[in-house]
């Protein structure tokens, strides 16, 4: 009856209108392509203030899992850099590529890639002097490392 195209925008369109049970009810009209193709949008073609708009919508709840402990094991905020909404989109790539059944090597790679992207544009973002920037950097470069090692298995 509708295109995947259009039954989606209404989908997000009913669900922004009316809000709450309605995303939970039009969630379960979007097909799994179109689930991954929008889950793939979020992490790896939308701008990190939109992502956290998305994420306050809670958009296509419960299909996109968007729980989050943050920043895990390490500070959400260290040394005053922000780091939070880079961890919150890490978190909600993993979560959904693992329950789209999607979470391989090579997308952890990748994923793992859009939470260092994001990291350094906090870091250019958030400091006012070549050290300020470097000590971002290091910080940002310590926690890829540390989800590079440690992270994805739970």
Known sequence: MFSKNLRFSLVVLIATAIGGASTIASADLISAADLNAKTDQLILHTTL???MAARAANLLA???DWSSDACSYSADQ???????NACLRHDFAYRNYKKQNRFTDQARLALDGV????LSAICATETKS???LQSCSVLSTAYVAGVRLAGGFR
């Open 49 to 51: 203030p939109d992502f």
């Open 62 to 64: 419960p299909a996109l």
């Open 78 to 84: 260290p040394f005053n850099y922000s780091f939070v």
């Open 115 to 118: 939470f260092s992207y994001d």
């Open 130 to 132: 070549t050290p300020e």
